[in-house]
């Protein structure tokens, strides 16, 4: 059970385009889910925090006009990467959180996906 | 700002070894703590999870402890195989004004030499 699942697994884009990325919880509905992003060599930094049915809260530093979260049901929330350049060029990891604060609270995170802008 | 510190950032181990991971965090008022498996290019796997109530957890050859007062953690991994090679991270949660985040460390990459 908690399985997560991201598509696309990698994506080349040129640049400029936009790119989204899909994070879907399979088995659990999650009333909340992260994006986080990764450098190589680097930990994971969280990018933005949505909850199902509103507003995506970005992390400082996070442009939520580049970045745009959609959170539109229970198992199914997108990334979409505007204007992509190549320093958006990373590793893109989603995750769904279950239980709440008087529960067991734990995140389940998807596979991940790899974006290379050229 | 909580800041989560792992060392060694690397460790090569002979199969069989026992070995321990630290992972120390600069706020002790802390919601829980993940370890978490990666392997290069791909997601993460949970290991095990600790709230801070509590002091430790186990998971077959796997035993993570917490002392959440000294900001510290560690993963004990038992009888190493080369399986276990992979990057391990620690992830502090936090919670409070209806939100909760993870802040990870920056990982122990792990090589089990057969």
């Known amino acids: 059970g908690a399985v997560v699942s991201q598509h696309p697994s990698w994506v080349i884009c040129k640049s400029g385009t936009s790119v989204k990325i899909e994070c879907r919880s399979l088995d659990f509905q999650a009333t909340t889910m992260f994006w986080y992003r990764q450098f190589p060599k680097q930990s994971l930094m969280l990018m933005a925090t949505s909850n199902e049915g509103s507003k995506a809260t970005y992390e400082q530093g996070v442009e939520k006009d580049k970045f745009l979260i959609n959170h539109a049901s229970l198992t199914l929330s997108t990334l979409t990467v505007t204007s992509a350049h190549p320093e958006d060029s990373s590793f893109y990891i989603c995750s769904a959180g279950t239980g709440g604060y008087s529960a067991v609270y734990e995140q389940y995170f998807g596979p991940g996906t790899r974006l290379t802008v050229t | 700002k909580q800041e989560v510190t792992q060392i060694p950032a690397a460790l090569s181990v002979p199969e069989g070894e026992n070995l321990v991971l630290n992972c120390s965090f600069t706020d002790s008022a802390i919601y829980n703590l993940q370890w978490f498996r990666q392997d290069p290019g791909k997601g993460l796997t949970s290991l095990l999870l600790?709230?801070?109530?509590?002091r430790e957890q186990t998971s077959g050859r796997l035993n993570a402890s917490l002392d959440k007062s000294s900001g510290r953690s560690t993963l004990y991994i038992a009888a190493s195989q080369p399986g276990d090679s992979a990057t391990y991270l620690c992830a502090v949660g936090v919670s409070g004004a209806g939100s909760y985040q993870l802040t990870f460390g920056k990982g122990t990459k792990l090589s089990v030499i057969p």
């Open positions: 600790i709230q801070s109530s509590q």
